[in-house]
Each structure stands twice: as structure tokens, then as C-alpha cells.
């Protein structure tokens, strides 16, 4: 299993992981013209980690848009996090934002309220 590292665009989040912490990190906006195809590199590489590792998986998000085929996405995203989980496997979701921005944090704590496993909503300075 190796690494995933996508430099962010004007339309698409970096996305960057940590196979020894266990971690992949999403930052920016995400509203890339095929979602779908931008996402299934991210959502494989979530699976592979999920079946392949017995490390915790912490998915850490700086979003500050998403439009709505990335929401879906990341829907998908914390479905697969939610199966994991239920089957008592440690995953996490820590999703950082700008205090100004009150849809953001509104966005994070909708999706919150849908799944199980531990999903924290920290403003960062």
C-alpha cells in the first residue's frame, strides 16, 4: 500500500496521507468538474487502508466549499468509516474550520448527526 499525495487545484482538495499515523487529510475546496472521478482515487485508497491495515484511520478535513457531488462523495466516505466502525474497527473524523465560516461548521455537524463513530468539529485560529 503506498502513500496518496494529490496536490490541490483551484477546484480540488489536497489530499495527503500518513500510512505510519494512520491518517489521510482532505484541505481546500471541492468542487472539481467530474467529483466522481477525483473521489474514487480517495475512497480506494480508504478501502485499501481499511482491509489491508489494522491501524486506526483518522480522516482529517479542512473543507471550505463542497458542492454537491463532492458532499455525496464524502457521504460515501463516511459510509464506508461507519461499516468499519460497526465492525469495531477505530476510525475518526476531525474536521477542522474557519470560525467565519458558519456553513461549514453547519455542513460537518449535519453529517455528525448521521454516523457513530467518533467525528469531532474543532474552529481553528
Known amino acids: 500500500m503506498n502513500e496518496l499525495n494529490i496536490p490541490g487545484s483551484q477546484s ?21 468538474e467530474n467529483s466522481f472521478e477525483f473521489f474514487t482515487t480517495v475512497i480506494s485508497w480508504i478501502e485499501d487502508f481499511l482491509t489491508q491495515k489494522t491501524e486506526p484511520l483518522t480522516l482529517e478535513l ?13 457521504m460515501d466516505i463516511f459510509d464506508l468509516l461507519e461499516e468499519a466502525h ?23 455537524e449535519e453529517f455528525r448527526e448521521d454516523y457513530t463513530f467518533p467525528f469531532l468539529i474543532t474552529a481553528h485560529a
Open 12 to 32: 480540488t482538495p489536497s489530499v495527503s496521507s500518513n500510512l505510519a499515523v494512520g491518517q489521510l487529510s482532505l484541505q481546500g475546496d471541492s468542487y472539481p
Open 62 to 74: 479542512g473543507l471550505i466549499y463542497m458542492n454537491t457531488s463532492s458532499v455525496k462523495a464524502m
Open 86 to 108: 460497526n465492525k469495531g474497527r477505530a476510525v475518526r473524523v476531525d474536521w477542522l474550520y474557519d470560525p467565519q465560516n458558519e456553513r461549514v461548521r453547519e455542513l460537518a
